[in-house]
């Protein structure tokens, strides 16, 4: 007998996992909140009075399984993606307004209004004429002024079709000029706003928007701007757009990309990718000895400076932080894999935060940018030493999969909840983090493992449960370790 709405505070309830509602007297819309409920499995609104559309947010709920709606006032089109595009129909009958495929029903396209010549002309249905007000006297001048109205109105169509394209051809000219050749670099580190087309130039793309660097000549690739260097290239940050900040990635391995046509395919392909926890690519410069991936800017920094390079050898992560860390970023690598992307560098230093503390995944795709890369290439530049590396990389015979991904997963799962590095070099030996954590498992002694800076506020069993997690993604053999998916039902 429950009335009322349902409440926004409702996103407060943040460990809620299942939520039945059904058969009450619920008024009004779905707030948009609920979709901040990302451990949401199970959700039963039917037989209520909810009315309004679904908002688009809960296709992000990525542990949803059950979602019903029937019964209801709902209206519109329902999310794509995530679990709505497999939703049962029955889960939304009874919902008169409903559309999309899951029910068999096209929404309605908007259709343009008809125009009316003479809004006070009424019909005859025995002539079959229009008939005017004024009377029969007047017939012949309301038809003679209807025509022309009517050709004044194409006409008036015609030109306006005419100037519609001659300004876009105005507008893609000078877009061409913007954004075919913007760039002009020198030195290799300045690169500045140029209508030049000499054979430094280049080709500039942003997936949204138009191409601004409105600040003129700016150095964007200067040392004070580095945020950091990995095997592929140095990162720098700058500002585009009214002083929008932007990460920028230099490849450094620009030998291996020999056609502009395929960089610019597999790019655009990572540029359609969107999930809350993937750092977003916002577009690329292309020359034939130089690339640039341009990526969005995030404040909070990377895990591994928080975790090892934080002030006076503190952090301030807490258990709860390390762990929606530790579940963005599989949430994440989950999403790519689907997308039938290998991330192939997942390290502490390539999963950044946002200002909310919120993980992101970056430094994502570059395989597939960079085809020349075999695996012995790609030991030798992203992994090899940092202890992030499959065992399989050292063996030609066994294939590359996304198990690769779910291994550094699972080292990345020990560094976080350890505090410590994947391999630490001391005076007389070489510490390797999934040895030590698994010996002290065996030895009942897991606890000792866990990061002393959290001082004993976590949760024992589940930080435990967690180690043993990240042992199982850390199996010698690939066949051992669950995939991303399954992962999240853990």
């Known amino acids: 007998m429950l009335e009322g709405t349902i409440p926004s505070s409702i996103k407060n309830c943040s460990s809620l996992r299942s939520l039945i509602l059904s058969h009450n007297k619920l008024l009004g819309a779905i707030p948009p909140e609920m979709a901040r409920l990302t451990n949401l499995q199970e959700v039963d609104l039917s037989f209520n009075e909810l009315n309004g559309t679904l908002p688009k947010q809960l296709a992000n709920l990525g542990y ?18 995530g679990f709505f595009n497999g939703i049962s129909p029955d889960s939304v009958s009874g919902n008169q307004g ?9 929404c309605p396209a908007v259709s343009p209004k008809p125009i009316v010549l003479n809004p006070n002309a009424t019909f005859d249905p025995d002539s079959g004429e229009v008939a005017s007000p004024l009377g029969a006297g007047h017939k012949r001048i309301l038809l003679s002024i209807s025509s022309l109205i009517a050709i004044s109105a194409a006409a008036a169509i015609v030109v306006g079709v005419i100037a519609i394209t001659v300004l876009n051809l105005r507008v893609r000219a000078t877009t061409v000029s913007r954004s075919a050749v913007p ?31 409105s600040t003129g000549t700016h150095a964007l690739l200067n040392k004070d701007c580095e945020l950091g260097r990995g095997g592929f290239g140095a990162v720098y940050r700058t500002v585009i757009r009214d002083e929008y900040p932007v990460a920028i990635k230099k490849l450094t391995v620009s030998s291996l990309v020999k056609s502009q046509e395929e960089f610019e395919r597999e790019v655009k392909k990572l540029g359609k990718l969107r999930h809350n926890n993937l750092v977003k690519l916002e577009g690329y410069y292309w020359t034939t000895s130089l690339q640039l991936l341009i990526y969005e800017f995030l404040s909070g920094g990377s895990l591994y400076k928080h975790l090892h390079e934080a002030p006076g050898g503190s952090s301030s992560l807490s258990w709860n932080d390390r762990f929606n860390v530790i579940l963005g970023t599989a949430k994440c690598l989950a999403y790519l894999h689907q997308s039938n992307i290998i991330h192939y560098n997942i390290k502490s230093s390539n999963v950044l935060l946002d200002s909310s503390g919120e993980p992101k995944v970056g430094d994502y795709g570059l395989a597939r940018l960079l085809p020349m890369l075999d695996r012995y290439v790609l030991s030798s530049k992203i992994q090899s030493a940092l202890g992030y590396m499959a065992p399989e990389f050292a063996c030609r015979t066994v294939k590359i999969t996304e198990k690769c991904d779910v291994y550094g997963f699972g080292v990345l799962v020990l560094e976080v909840v350890t505090g410590k590095k994947p391999v630490e070099y001391m005076e007389d030996d070489v510490v390797v983090l999934c040895d030590m954590v698994r010996e002290a498992l065996e030895d009942g002694r897991a606890e000792e493992c866990i990061d002393p800076r959290l001082q004993g506020k976590f949760p024992v069993e589940e930080a435990v449960a967690v180690i043993k997690l990240g042992l199982i993604c850390t199996s010698q053999v690939p066949s051992s370790r669950p995939h991303m998916g399954k992962l999240l039902t853990y």
């Open 64 to 81: 949803l399984h059950t979602f019903n709606i029937s019964h209801n006032h709902l209206s519109g089109e329902l999310p794509a993606g």
């Open 98 to 106: 409903i559309c999309g495929s899951v029910v068999k029903k096209s």
């Open 183 to 213: 760039i002009t670099f020198s030195g290799g580190d300045d690169f500045s706003r140029s209508p030049t087309t000499d054979s430094n130039s280049g080709k500039l793309v942003m997936f949204s928007g138009e191409p601004d660097f």
